[in-house]
Protein backbone atom coordinates (compact mmCIF):
# COMPACT_ATOMS: atom_id res chain seq x y z
CA UNK A 1 0.00 0.00 0.00
CA UNK A 2 1.31 3.32 -1.25
CA UNK A 3 0.51 6.48 0.42
CA UNK A 4 1.62 9.69 -0.35
CA UNK A 5 0.67 13.21 0.88
CA UNK A 6 0.86 16.38 -1.12
CA UNK A 7 -0.58 20.34 -0.98
CA UNK A 8 1.28 21.43 2.11
CA UNK A 9 3.02 24.99 2.28
CA UNK A 10 4.20 27.80 3.67
CA UNK A 11 0.96 30.11 3.87
CA UNK A 12 -0.07 32.88 6.35
CA UNK A 13 -2.37 33.22 9.05
CA UNK A 14 -5.81 33.68 7.73
CA UNK A 15 -4.99 32.04 4.63
CA UNK A 16 -5.83 28.62 2.85
CA UNK A 17 -4.55 24.96 2.09
CA UNK A 18 -5.68 22.07 0.50
CA UNK A 19 -4.15 18.88 1.52
CA UNK A 20 -4.18 15.52 -0.44
CA UNK A 21 -3.74 11.93 -0.04
CA UNK A 22 -3.61 9.48 -2.93
CA UNK A 23 -3.66 6.01 -1.68
CA UNK A 24 -2.75 2.51 -4.20
CA UNK A 25 -2.55 -0.73 -3.16
CA UNK A 26 -5.44 -1.29 -1.21
CA UNK A 27 -9.39 -1.37 -1.92
CA UNK A 28 -9.94 2.56 -1.22
CA UNK A 29 -12.98 2.64 -0.81
CA UNK A 30 -13.46 0.06 1.47
CA UNK A 31 -10.82 1.71 4.17
CA UNK A 32 -11.81 4.51 6.75
CA UNK A 33 -8.89 7.21 6.53
CA UNK A 34 -7.92 10.05 8.55
CA UNK A 35 -5.48 12.89 8.74
CA UNK A 36 -3.03 13.41 11.39
CA UNK A 37 -0.36 16.57 12.26
CA UNK A 38 2.76 16.49 14.96
CA UNK A 39 3.72 19.90 15.44
CA UNK A 40 7.24 20.65 16.86
CA UNK A 41 7.72 19.16 20.36
CA UNK A 42 4.37 17.87 20.11
CA UNK A 43 2.94 13.96 19.84
CA UNK A 44 0.81 13.56 16.67
CA UNK A 45 -3.14 14.05 17.37
CA UNK A 46 -5.71 13.23 15.11
CA UNK A 47 -6.58 15.91 12.98
CA UNK A 48 -9.72 14.52 11.12
CA UNK A 49 -11.18 11.07 10.22
CA UNK A 50 -13.54 9.87 7.24
CA UNK A 51 -15.23 6.69 7.74
CA UNK A 52 -15.77 3.88 4.79
CA UNK A 53 -20.04 5.50 4.41
CA UNK A 54 -18.51 9.20 5.32
CA UNK A 55 -19.00 9.99 8.61
CA UNK A 56 -16.43 12.57 9.81
CA UNK A 57 -15.08 13.24 12.66
CA UNK A 58 -12.67 16.35 13.79
CA UNK A 59 -10.76 17.46 16.22
CA UNK A 60 -11.95 20.47 18.38
CA UNK A 61 -8.95 22.75 17.39
CA UNK A 62 -10.31 22.32 13.88
CA UNK A 63 -13.52 22.00 13.53
CA UNK A 64 -15.36 25.18 11.64
CA UNK A 65 -12.23 25.40 9.79
CA UNK A 66 -11.70 21.93 8.23
CA UNK A 67 -13.47 19.74 5.92
CA UNK A 68 -12.36 15.86 5.27
CA UNK A 69 -13.46 14.69 2.31
CA UNK A 70 -12.74 11.23 -0.34
CA UNK A 71 -13.33 10.76 -3.92
CA UNK A 72 -12.72 6.84 -4.06
CA UNK A 73 -12.77 7.16 -7.72
CA UNK A 74 -9.84 8.63 -7.61
CA UNK A 75 -8.29 6.92 -4.51
CA UNK A 76 -7.92 10.16 -3.33
CA UNK A 77 -8.69 11.98 0.39
CA UNK A 78 -8.64 15.97 0.96
CA UNK A 79 -8.40 18.36 3.88
CA UNK A 80 -9.67 22.00 3.42
CA UNK A 81 -8.49 23.84 5.64
CA UNK A 82 -9.51 27.19 6.30
CA UNK A 83 -8.43 30.75 8.83
CA UNK A 84 -5.15 28.63 9.29
CA UNK A 85 -3.40 29.31 12.50
CA UNK A 86 0.05 29.56 13.19
CA UNK A 87 -0.76 26.69 15.82
CA UNK A 88 -2.15 24.58 12.49
CA UNK A 89 2.10 24.29 11.80
CA UNK A 90 3.34 20.75 11.76
CA UNK A 91 3.59 18.16 9.30
CA UNK A 92 0.42 16.15 8.45
CA UNK A 93 -0.05 12.69 7.68
CA UNK A 94 -2.30 10.47 5.96
CA UNK A 95 -3.42 7.28 8.04
CA UNK A 96 -4.98 4.52 5.97
CA UNK A 97 -7.09 1.51 8.15
CA UNK A 98 -7.21 -1.64 6.38
CA UNK A 99 -9.39 -4.05 7.87
CA UNK A 100 -9.00 -7.68 6.60
CA UNK A 101 -11.52 -10.47 6.20
CA UNK A 102 -10.47 -12.15 9.46
CA UNK A 103 -11.02 -8.83 11.76
CA UNK A 104 -7.16 -7.94 11.86
CA UNK A 105 -6.64 -4.12 11.29
CA UNK A 106 -3.62 -2.09 10.04
CA UNK A 107 -2.50 1.08 9.86
CA UNK A 108 -0.77 2.60 6.73
CA UNK A 109 0.74 6.06 6.99
CA UNK A 110 2.14 8.37 4.29
CA UNK A 111 5.50 9.78 4.71
CA UNK A 112 3.62 13.52 5.49
CA UNK A 113 3.41 17.14 4.15
CA UNK A 114 4.71 20.29 5.79
CA UNK A 115 2.23 23.10 6.38
CA UNK A 116 3.68 26.38 8.13
CA UNK A 117 1.55 28.93 8.90
CA UNK A 118 3.39 32.42 9.91
CA UNK A 119 2.04 35.26 11.82
Known amino acids: VEVVESGGGSVQAGGSLTLSCKVSGTIFEDNALGWYRRAPGKQREMVAHIGRYGSTDYADSVKGRGIISRDNAKNTMYLQMTTLKPEDTAVYYC??????????????WGQGTQVTVSS
Open 95 to 108: KVEEEFTNGEKFDY
